[in-house]
């Protein structure tokens, strides 16, 4: 019983004593911690010092222009270089020349390809007799046979009017005829009066009045030269060439003075093509 009452008062002097060294520790470390933020301020004013007093202290590095002496050292190198100048480059002629001709085959393979005009049709049968007949009457009405060429026209209007063409030209040279018919009966009579007439007329261009008072101006005169060289020019104009040079003939063979004039006349000079003409004109007069 002693043991076990000595142990228990041991046990509790022992706790007596670790309590009140545990409250005095406590009491310590409360005591000696307010000092601690004075410390952390001392270090955070002076920090700042430091640094500012380290920047302004601190050299800037060398290895910072190290570098620049070298970039200053390359750029000096390259500007005592010489430049290369670039050369172009060579233009390909053949592949351009064959890229235009893709182009231009590839255009023309797109162009629609034109469709050829129609040939013209053969005239039938109405159409090429009516132009026979229409012909005819024409040199009927250009030889002065007014009234042979009224009755052929007539006869082709009666015949072949479905052939519009035709029947419309025939129409214009029948009333010329009936005309030239209708004033027949105010005509002179002489031949002077008829071939000064006719010279007039031929003045004026109107060569088909021209021609017919030369060839009324023959009937009354056959011989006279004069009238014969200027039918020989109306028919000229006319486009008759082989009655042209046939009227000449006969006016050279009645007056061979005559070729000076035939030589430079304009009214002439569709004949100048004509050998019969160049033959006139160099033979000698007789």
Do not use: C
Not at 137 to 143: F, S
Request: no cysteine; proline share 8%.
């Amino acid at each position: 019983m002693s043991s076990s009452l000595t142990k228990g008062l041991r046990r509790s002097t022992s706790r007596a004593k670790v309590k009140p060294a545990a409250k005095s520790a406590k009491r310590a470390v409360k005591a000696k911690s307010p000092a601690k933020p004075k410390a952390k301020r001392a270090t955070a004013t002076k920090t700042p010092a430091r640094s500012a007093g380290a920047r302004a202290l601190k050299p800037r590095p060398a290895k910072k222009t190290a570098p620049k002496a070298k970039a200053t050292a390359r750029t000096k190198k390259t500007a005592a270089r010489p430049v290369a100048k670039k050369t172009p480059p060579a233009k390909n002629v053949a592949g351009s020349r064959v890229k235009k001709t893709q182009k231009q085959a590839a255009v023309r393979a797109v162009r629609p390809t034109p469709t050829p005009p129609a040939p013209p049709k053969p005239p039938t049968v109405d159409e090429s007799a009516a132009l026979v007949a229409f012909e005819r009457a024409h040199k009927e009405l250009v030889r002065g046979r007014f009234a042979e060429a009224r009755n052929q026209f007539r006869i082709l209007l009666d015949k072949y009017s479905q052939v519009s063409e035709v029947a419309a030209r025939a129409r214009t040279w029948l009333t010329i005829a009936e005309s030239r018919l209708r004033t027949e009966s105010i005509l002179p009579r002489d031949a002077d009066s008829l071939y000064d007439r006719g010279v007039i007329e031929l003045n004026k261009g109107d060569y088909v009045a021209a021609q017919e008072m030369f060839e009324r101006a023959l009937k009354r005169e056959p011989d006279a030269a004069h009238i014969h060289y200027d039918l020989a020019a109306t028919r000229a104009r006319l486009g008759s060439i082989d009655l042209a040079l046939e009227s000449l003939q006969k006016a050279l063979d009645l007056k061979p003075s005559l070729r000076v004039r035939a030589q430079h006349d304009q009214n002439l000079l569709s004949l100048r093509n004509e050998p019969d003409f160049d033959r006139l004109i160099s033979s000698n007069p007789s």
